[in-house]
Structures are given as C-alpha cells and as structure tokens.
C-alpha cells in the first residue's frame, strides 16, 4: 500500500482525508500514466459524489483526458463497463461500507481488475507533477446514465432458471443498488420486496444493508420470503438470510457455492480462496467435502490476486466480498445474491439447506486509536498477542491487524469457547488502549 491507497482504493471523510485536490491529482496521474485515456467514472448515492467525480473529472480532463460519467452505478458495474467500452480506466467514487460522511476512490485497469499496489503507488509518484494541456488539447466530458443498463442486462442473463414463484427481500442500502437490483430481480420473475431503495446519499449504510442483516431479517420473517439479500453502499458485498433468519454470511455464501460449483464440474482445482478471517468450520467443511481453502490477507483484491494466480473460479471474504472470477473481474453483490438463487433452484433446495452452518464463534472488535502502525509494532502487544494463540494452538487463534481505511485496529478472536473469546479480545482490547494512551 501507498501514503494514500489503502487495501480498497482511496479512502476518507470528505474534506478532511479526501479532498477536491487528492480527486485532481488522481485523475491528472491517469492521464500522465497514459497519453490521452478513457477514463470511466461511477458513483454511489453520497452527496459528495458530484464533487469528487468532477474533482477526478477535472484533473482527468487536464492532461486530455476523455472523461464519461456513467453516474450511479455499482462497483462492479464499473469494472464491467470498463471492459465493455475499452476504456484505459475505471474509476469508481464511492466508500463502500462506510457512512455518509466519507467517500472513496478506487481505480480499475481497462481489463476491469482493481490496480494492484503498484501501480497505484504509481499514481501516487503522479501527485509531483501535473500535466496541463495547453488549449485546444484539454480533455472532453460527457454524461452517459444510460451505461448501467448494459450491466443491469449483463446480470439478468448471467441468471440460468426462472424465480418465479419466490419471494425475495432486498436491502439496498440506499446505495449503488437501490435501483438496479430490484429491476433485476424483478426482471428475473422474483417477487420482490426492495428496502432501502430509494436514492437517498445521507442515508448511505446507516443502520440497513450488508452491515446490519438484523433488519432483513424481521423483513423475511414479515414477508414469509425464500431469502433475503442486503448489499452496501456500492454493492460489492452480500450478506444473505435465509427462510428461518439465519443470517448467512461471505463465508457461508463460499462454502456453499463452492459445493455447488464442484457438483457442476465449474469449480477450477476444487479449491477456493479466503483471508485470514475466514472461520475455521468452513475450512473444516470444505476440506470435509474434498475442496481445499487458501487463506490471504484481508482485502479482496489479494482474493482477487490468489484466484488469478492460481486460475480459481471462486473466492471472498466474510464481510461479504464474493467473486466468481469466470464471471466478474471484482466482488459483485448482485451477481453473488443471482448464483445464490440459481443454486437454490437448481438444488431443489431451501437456502437455509443450501448453505447455512454452524460456525466457529468469533468476536469481531474495532478500537479507534490514534497511531495504528505504532500499536501494531508494539513488542508487549505481541508478545501478548502470541501467548494467547500459542494457548488456542490447534482449537482456535486470534488475530490483529490496523484497518486499510480506517483509524482503527481490528481484533479478532475465534474458537469454539464463546466465553473464552470475550476474555481473551477484552484482555487485548486494554492493552490496545493503554499503549495508545502512552
């Protein structure tokens, strides 16, 4: 990672981290890093979106850059149209997950993939310079809303069986999918309950979609619904619940799909890809089905890396990122939540007998600090850290790491003492705080 890039782009509340003149300077360097590119901008429902776009646009447009605002469109409608209309760049504005008040920039490469570490550190090299075209080579700007009904008709034909007769609830977010995914759905003969759904940028994330399945769950017990599907702010993640409330999150989603795939010969080296997070009873039930499971780091773009690597067909992590890399480029929501009920379908099926399983308990907790990096090198912390999986060898492990986007550091504790696990993340938690106060 760079000063800037984090582990998914760019990443910061608005005008304070991510400001007008890191929007520029980004867009400038595509154009140095290219002579005269297609750059490709979408966007979720922020408020700030307009402003970062153009921000982007401007610098873009400075160096003669050709600049197309295809306007609100998921992440992986970026990456798809990227490809579509070979542009050099795809530039998605948007924070994902996070709350109203941040946004984001991440940037694809004209195959549709995220650019890796390098070359965004190239962009960042960029940031010195400025390329100003002399006039009348400046860059061009032209809106085109209509793009996303390419990818809103790619994802209806990537569908293989009818859901008529089912009932589907939809979290959307108020975000990238609050329009196309309930057209989709629709479109692919689902009763559709949309929740969320309307565009609304100061409402992005808070309390509804990926982030807080609870609330979609009460929707799927109201409406007597088959599945329930919640995305985030650029519907990139899924997180399902299934007939009977379960929630069935990115790991279960995997595992299932990855016994689904083999069943159908489609699932390349019978192997999948997770991260470190990836709860050890998948790994357990994976390797019970004859399917092996490679971890990386937290990220999906290193999913991403391992699976074209290896040339795999599945993998993700469990906030809810899937990517079918013989289908998508990037980790796709919509696309995820279609082959979940493909599979039910096809199986014959409920999805709470299609994919739900017990889990590892795990505790998941963030501590904001002020100083990430000089917590996470802390010799105490670590050897703390190191006591406590040396005591869980074997039955379980705990995990640390500093937030990609964030001022925080996430801990995570798994094994199958639930109690344990509370004691053993709070013990960490205070020795985080006391070192941050030092």
């Known amino acids: 990672m760079g000063l800037f890039f984090g582990t998914d782009g760019l990443r910061g509340k608005v005008n304070e981290d991510l400001t007008y003149d890191i929007g520029y300077k980004i867009g400038n360097a595509l154009s140095i890093l290219k002579r005269n590119p297609t750059v490709l901008i979408g966007s979720d429902t922020r408020v700030s979106n307009t402003y970062l776009t153009l921000s982007v646009a401007s610098g873009a447009m400075s160096g003669g850059a050709k600049v197309i605002d295809a306007g609100v469109v998921p992440t992986a409608g970026v990456a798809y149209l990227t490809r579509l209309i070979k542009a050099d760049y795809g530039v998605v504005i948007s924070a994902s997950h996070n709350s109203g008040e941040y946004n984001g920039i991440k940037v694809f490469g004209s195959e549709g993939y995220k650019l890796g570490d390098k070359e965004e550190e190239r962009i960042e090299r960029c940031f010195i310079h400025e390329k100003t075209n002399d006039f009348p080579d400046i860059g061009t700007y032209t809106q085109d809303f209509g793009l996303v009904k390419k990818y809103r008709d790619f994802l209806i034909s990537s569908s293989r069986y009818s859901l008529k007769g089912k009932t589907v609830v939809l979290d959307c977010a108020y975000g990238a999918a609050h329009r196309i995914a309930p057209e989709v759905f629709r479109r692919l003969g689902a009763s559709v309950v949309a929740a969320n759904s309307t565009l609304d940028g100061l409402k992005i994330n808070k309390n509804c979609g990926a982030l807080y399945p609870e609330n979609l769950v009460r929707r799927v017990f109201r409406y007597k619904a088959d599945m329930g599907f919640a995305f985030d702010g650029d519907s990139d993640r899924l997180i399902a619940v299934d007939e009977k409330g379960h929630v069935i999150d990115g790991d279960m989603i995997i595992y299932a799909l990855a016994k689904y795939l083999k069943k159908q010969g489609a699932l390349k080296g019978n192997t999948v890809v997770g991260t470190s997070h990836t709860n050890m009873a998948i790994e357990e039930g994976l390797k019970g089905e004859g399917i092996n499971l490679i971890r990386t780091d937290i990220g999906d773009k290193y999913v991403l890396a ?34 979940v009920a493909d599979m039910v379908i096809s199986e014959h099926k409920t999805l709470s007998e299609a994919a739900f399983v017990e889990l590892y308990p795990q505790v998941n907790k963030n501590v904001v600090v002020t100083d990430k990096f000089r917590i996470m090198n802390n010799e105490e912390l670590g050897h703390e850290v190191a006591e406590f999986n040396a005591r869980l060898a074997g039955k379980g492990r705990i995990m640390l790491r500093a937030s990609g986007t964030e001022p ?11 109690e344990l696990n509370e004691k053993i993340a709070n013990s960490v938690i205070a020795t985080v705080k006391r070192v941050d106060a030092e």
């Open 306 to 339: 391992k699976l074209v690597e290896k040339d795999l067909s599945l993998g993700g992590e469990q906030s809810g990122h899937i990517i079918l890399k013989d289908r998508a480029t990037t980790g796709d929501g919509i696309l995820s939540a279609i082959a």
């Open 408 to 418: 925080k550091i996430r801990v995570m504790v798994e094994s199958k003492d639930g």
